[in-house]
């Protein structure tokens, strides 16, 4: 079965450093991948997605993601992160095989001035 | 034009009563879910229909029943709440497994 690994809980990183969240899934089949962002007491956005193509995807707010089949992760970057950033991340992997979205269980990005 | 509309967005009920929770979805998806994200965050699957048919159930008790009655529907009716049933529950809609979209949640609080 399909599952999705976030190392890290917490990220408290100061405004305009750059972050790197790390995800790491388990399947040697094809997978889509995703990240989504959930700000406090909102729902799921979708940042960006890989489907197939360029390794490099590049979604809304600046922010990137990098898929890497040998490694098995799709970690998510932002060159300099801003107050508004703060918001808990969730990587989610979608197996071609079954119908449904599995979620890491999130990392908490805590933005400082 | 919200794509994935949910209804309440809070529930506040006394243990024991029975619930239900609506969602429609205006984008013409082909599958539709229902994920339940507890106080510690984490988001797990419980039902997805795919064209009124449901395709998965992932060991939720039996007082969860989902209904479809059309594809651009899914409600969720919960019997006999349990103070373990407060979470939020997002309902979602997916098309061919590559876009899925979420609605804004329904904080249910049972007290």
């Known amino acids: 079965a399909q599952s999705v690994t976030q190392l890290d809980s917490q990220v408290p990183v100061f405004e305009e450093a750059p972050v790197e969240l790390r995800c790491n899934y388990s399947s040697s089949v094809s997978v889509y991948l995703f990240w989504y962002v959930q700000y406090p007491n909102q729902g799921l956005q979708l940042l960006l997605k890989?489907?197939?193509?360029?390794?490099l995807v590049k979604g809304i707010n600046g922010f990137e993601a990098e898929f890497n089949k040998s490694q098995t992760s799709f970690h998510l970057r932002k060159p300099s992160v801003h107050i508004s950033d703060t918001a808990e991340y969730f990587c989610a992997v979608s197996d071609r095989d079954t119908d449904k979205l599995i979620f890491g269980t999130g990392t908490r990005l805590q933005v400082f001035p | 034009d919200t794509a994935v509309s949910q209804t309440p967005k809070y529930l506040v009920t006394q243990m024991g009563n029975d619930k239900s929770i609506k969602c429609e979805q205006n984008l013409g998806h082909d599958t539709m879910y229902w994920y339940k994200q507890d106080s510690k965050k984490f988001l797990k699957i419980m039902f997805s229909y795919n064209n009124k048919e449901l395709i998965i159930n992932e060991t939720v008790p039996n007082r969860f029943s989902p209904k479809s009655p059309d594809k651009a529907h899914l409600n969720l009716h919960i019997n006999s709440l349990e103070l373990g049933d407060s979470a939020v529950y997002f309902c979602a809609s997916s098309l061919l497994r590559t876009l899925y979209t979420f609605g804004s949640g329904t904080r249910l609080t049972v007290v």
């Open positions: 890989y489907l197939s193509g360029s390794t």
